[in-house]
């Protein structure tokens, strides 16, 4: 009986943490397309008043598929680790956002959640 109880809180403790995996491209010389199609394409504006985040959705022209099956679900961005922008998606909806940010740090991190692959990360 407490080897099945056991069991069972394994798999949950799998599931949730392959879940909450966040993806990124190591080497973009060497990328898949599977890669290239999830990773957040991100465009900086400078802006008078801040910066302008541009996102679709797959670079050097490989787009992630939007249907019923397979879709974006959300983008969100970090500056420097903290929320400060995000947009929802459904599956007839194109995975595109614009986010003006007032830059606080070095670094904005762009996520995206694929509903069958999970989170994807591109940093600028
Ligand atoms: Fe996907």
Redesign the pocket.
Known sequence: MSDTVEFDNAVTEINEGTAQEVHSIADFDTATDFEL??TPNVEVIEGADGQIIKVSIGLKGIS??QTEE?YIEWIRVFDGGEPVGSAEFGPADEPVASFEVQRSSSQIAVQAL?N??GIWEARV
């Open positions: 199609k999830h992630h598929p397979h694929c069958l692959h």
